[in-house]
C-alpha cells in the first residue's frame, strides 16, 4: 500500500516545469487531497508540488459512465455489484510544482527539469514538507501559477501547518506575513486566503 | 466520393418493401410451427427418429430434442455468487505489401467476480506471430504455416478466445462457481475449411480439443456458454418441416419461432445441434457434442452453445441466471463479453500503426519494399 492507501501507485503521465498530471490506474476513493504536497523521488532531482485538482472519470470519454445502481444502495454497493466499473475509471491528480531538492535540502525554486513519465508520485515526508515551506518560502511560486486559487493555497497552508506540531502557530504567523507581503495590493485575497488557512 | 445517400435513400424503400413481401406469411408460418413444437414435445424420441430419418443426407442444419420439452420454457433460478469470465479477439491478417510477413491476435480476457473473491480483470493479451517454434502462447504446435491466410488467422484467433477461456476458467474456478462466455459459435468453424492447410488445421483442432478438455476438467462448477446475439440459426425450424409442418418455412429463423414460444429472461428447452457440416467437425471432438438452446433478452433471441457435457440442469440454470444479469445493464448484451469486445479490438489506427511500425522495424533489419502502386496512391491522397 502507498502513503495514500491505495494499492497501486500513483504515476505522471505528462510533465512540464511548472506542473504535472498524475493518474491511478484505475478509479480509488483514497487519493491526496486538495493542496496536500507531493514528491517525485526518480530523476535528476526531487521535484516537490501542491495538488490542485483531482478528478474521477472514465478513461475513455466516449463511454460515460451511467448512474446504475438500485435505489438504497451506496457506491460501494454498486461497486461490488458492477466488478467492471473500477477498471474502467481513473482517478487523475494536478500538480504544481513547488519546490525541488538536488543534493541539499528543499528549496522552494522550479525543478531545471520535469520529472519523468511513470515517475511514481508519493507524500513529501513531514521534515520535507517542513523545509519546504517554513517561513512561507513555498508562497511566491504557488500565487505565481493560474491554477492556483485560494482554496488551493488555504489548503498547501494547511497541510504545511500540520506538519508542525506545537509550532504550528509560529508557522502560520510567518506564512500570513509572507503572504501580506506578497499581496499587499491585493487586500480582499490577502483577506480571502488568511480565512481558508486557519 | 462518398457515399450518396439522397441516392442512396430513395432506393431503400423499395428493398423494405420486397422484404415486408417476403415476411407477409410469416403469421400462419409461426402458428403451424408452434403447433407442430408442441406435437414434437408429445413424444420427443419419436420426433427425433421422424425428424432424423427425414434429414438424413441432407445439407441443412437442424436439431434434435436433448431431453427437455423442445416446447418448454424456462423462467431463470435466483442468483447466485460466481465469477463471469469471458475472452473475444480481434487479429490483423498479413498485408501482402508488408515487407515481412506477420499477423497480430489480440485476445480481450475479462473475469468479473460477483459475490466471490478474486480481484477482477480486464486484460488484453497481443500475439504477433509468425512465432517460431515453441512460441510462448502456442507450443511447439504454433501454425505459423497459417501465416498467408486471412482464413487461418480467422481460426487461429477462435482457438486462442477458447483457450483464453478456459485458462480464466480453470484459474477462477478454486474461488467457486464460474460461467465461461464465447461470442459466437463454440467450435471454431472454419476447423473444415478446405483453404486452410490440413496441416494448419490438425494443430488448431489439437488446440481446440486441449482447451475443451481443460474445461471440462475445470469440474461442474464451470459453465460454458457461446452466445450468438439476434440469431438467424434455423436449425428448429428444419426440423419441424422435416417432423411434418412444411408451412414452416417461411419463418427463416428459429428466433422468429421461440419469439412466441418464450417469455423476456425465459429461455428454450436444450437441442443437440445436427448437420453434416457438424458431424464433420464434431467428429473431431467426440466428447463434445454441440447443444443450444435460445434465450430471450428483450426483443434478443440469443443462441447459446454448449457443449452437452456442460448442458446439466444446474449448470445451465447458473448459465440462464448469469447471462440475463449479465445483459441487464449491458444493452441487452452480456457485460463479460462486451468489455471482452472493447479490450480485443484493434482499430483502423491501431492498424495503420502497426504497419509502420512493422515497417520501421523490418527496415532497421535491411527489409525494405518499394510501396506498391495502389498502397502508395492511398497514403498520399492527393488530388
Known sequence: MTAFEEPEPLRIVAASLRAFDC???????????????????????????????????????????????????????????????????????????????????????LPPLPPPLLARVEPATPEETRALTAGGRFLPLLLAASECDDAVIGAAIRTARATFGDDGRSFLVEAGKELARLLRAEPARLTTILRMAV | MTLRFELVAEQLPGVIARYRESVR???????????????????????NQRIAAAMEGTAQPYALSAGESPSAAFDPPPSEPWTVVAADGSSISPDRFAPVPCWVVNVGMVALPYGLPGEPLLESRPTVGPTGAGGEEAGDDEPDDAAPSRGGINLLRDVMELEAVAELASSRVGHGAVIALLDGTLFPWDLDAPQIPQAVRDQLRDRTARALDRLRAAGPRVSLGAYISASRASDVVNSLRAFGAPEAEPLGADAVLFARVLGVGQRSAIFRARSERTRRVEQQFPAHEVCFFYLRIDDDLARVELPAWAAEPARVARLHRALLDQARHCGGYPRALQEAHELAVISSRDREQFARLLEAESARAGFTTALAGKQRSKRRRVV
Not at chain 1, 32 to 44: F, T
Not at chain 1, 87 to 99: E, F, K, N, S, Y
Open chain 2, 25 to 47: 406469411g410469416a403469421e400462419a408460418a409461426a402458428e403451424a410451427a408452434l403447433r407442430a413444437l408442441r406435437s414434437w414435445a408429445a413424444d420427443p424420441e419419436a420426433g
Open chain 1, 23 to 109: 493518474s491511478y490506474p484505475r478509479y480509488v476513493e483514497n487519493p491526496p487531497p486538495l493542496g496536500a504536497i507531493l514528491a517525485v523521488r526518480e530523476g535528476p532531482c526531487v521535484v516537490f508540488g501542491v495538488v490542485v485538482n483531482v478528478e474521477s472519470g472514465p478513461e475513455d470519454p466516449t463511454r460515460p459512465l451511467q448512474p446504475l445502481g438500485e435505489p438504497g444502495q451506496s457506491a460501494a454497493d454498486v461497486m461490488r455489484a458492477h466488478p467492471h466499473i473500477r477498471q474502467l475509471l481513473r482517478t487523475r491528480v494536478r500538480v504544481v510544482a513547488c519546490g525541488h531538492a538536488t543534493d541539499g535540502g528543499p528549496v522552494p525554486l
